[in-house]
């Protein structure tokens, strides 16, 4: 393994030292040290590496929050809805805000779903906006445009289902995602959970035991 530390030189002369003229015992304790310096080795591999997802999921989350925004009570969804209704620019601002929302969203499952160090809590981090999506409201969703893949929990967006129905149900449209208990504020939950907590409290990290 590159870059593992044998027992060598002045290394093996002090276990020789330790043991006497045993080359058994010196041959035991040098592979007991070597294991728990490849050990040691391994841990900070695994250090790192859950700490780089913790600081990625911190980000996804910032970003899926951001993504919220336009969706908020007076933001500019419900504004453009107020103004222009189904028209064209109405229409424009809620297909490209829900693409962004449903690629920040699968950004953030993504990570969810292929770290190793996500805690049983943090796995069910997202079921709250899968039930949603394929509860009693599914096939107004699917109607919109969005599905969620049953397996990977990723949502998959229809943009020419999603213009059709803008055009048609405006406000049925508004409802599935502003009102309260639907897609906006139930993702608006789960964010602020995450944002007020510690960004390792999702993962568990990585521990070492020496003998």
């Known amino acids: 393994m ?15 030292s330790s043991y006497g003229a045993n ?15 490849t050990e040691d080795a391994f841990f900070q591999i695994q250090q790192t590496a859950v700490g780089k997802q913790i600081t990625e999921f911190a980000e996804s989350v910032q970003v899926l929050n951001r993504r919220l925004r336009v969706f908020s009570s007076g933001g500019m969804f419900e504004l453009y809805y107020s103004k222009s209704g189904s028209g064209e ?12 929302l449903v690629d920040a969203y699968n950004s953030v499952n993504g990570m969810i779903k ?12 997202l079921d709250g906006v899968q039930g949603l999506l394929q ?14 893949d049953k397996d990977t929990g990723m949502i998959k967006l229809d943009e020419q289902k999603l213009a059709g129905f803008l055009t048609e149900n405006a406000a049925q ?4 995602l502003m009102d309260k208990g639907f897609l906006a504020p139930t993702l608006q939950n789960i964010v602020q959970d995450v944002l007020g907590k510690k960004e390792d409290y999702y993962f568990c990290r990585p521990f070492s035991v020496y003998v």
């Open 173 to 176: 449209a508004k409802k599935l």
């Open 114 to 125: 292929s770290s190793g160090y996500v805690t049983e809590e943090g796995k069910r981090l």
């Open 2 to 16: 590159t870059g593992m530390r044998t027992i060598t030189g002045f290394a093996a002369e002090g276990l020789a």
């Open 89 to 100: 620019g109405f229409s424009s601002l809620a297909r490209n805000s829900l693409r962004s």
């Open 23 to 37: 080359s058994t015992a010196v041959a035991a304790a040098g592979k007991q040290a070597t294991a728990a310096q």
């Open 135 to 148: 509860g009693k409201e599914g096939q107004d969703y699917l109607n919109m445009g969005l599905t969620v």
